[in-house]
């Protein structure tokens, strides 16, 4: 009995978080978008790349442009925050820089 209802329960949550379940079967995709302005580099994961794309322009002041994208665990995304956290500025939010693009649009940019 108690796993059905930590089942459920967790079902619950994730229902919360990812608005319902359309968006909790995606397939699992880090991804990097470009501000066309400061030219600043996201570097994040998600479960659904079109609502995260579309919440992350809400956010933002400038337009962004999605230059890479690749499956991936949210594990592999920290390791590329690791990775470049020389670049770091804030958040997941990296500086420009050729060696970072390079990276970013060295994957399919669509699948």
């Given at each position: 009995?108690?796993?059905?209802?930590?089942s459920?329960?967790?079902?619950?949550?994730?229902?919360k978080?990812y608005?319902?379940?359309?968006?909790i079967?995606g397939?699992?995709?880090?991804?990097?978008l470009?501000?066309?302005?400061?030219?600043?580099i996201?570097?994040?994961?998600?479960?659904?790349?079109?609502?995260?794309?579309?919440?992350?322009?809400?956010?933002?002041s400038?337009?962004?442009?999605?230059?890479?994208?690749?499956?991936g665990?949210?594990?592999?995304?920290?390791?590329?925050?690791?990775q470049?956290?020389?670049?770091?500025?804030?958040d997941d939010?990296?500086?420009?820089?050729?060696?970072?693009?390079?990276?970013?649009?060295?994957?399919?940019?669509?699948?």
């Amino acid at each position: 009995m108690r796993k059905h209802i930590n089942s459920a329960f967790t079902s619950n949550l994730l229902r919360k978080r990812y608005n319902g379940p359309s968006q909790i079967a995606g397939p699992n995709t880090i991804y990097f978008l470009q501000g066309d302005i400061t030219g600043m580099i996201k570097i994040a994961y998600c479960r659904n790349l079109q609502a995260s794309i579309k919440t992350a322009k809400m956010y933002c002041s400038e337009d962004l442009t999605l230059i890479g994208k690749t499956s991936g665990t949210i594990n592999e995304c920290n390791k590329l925050h690791s990775q470049f956290s020389h670049l770091r500025a804030h958040d997941d939010w990296f500086h420009s820089d050729i060696e970072l693009i390079e990276f970013a649009k060295s994957f399919e940019r669509w699948k």
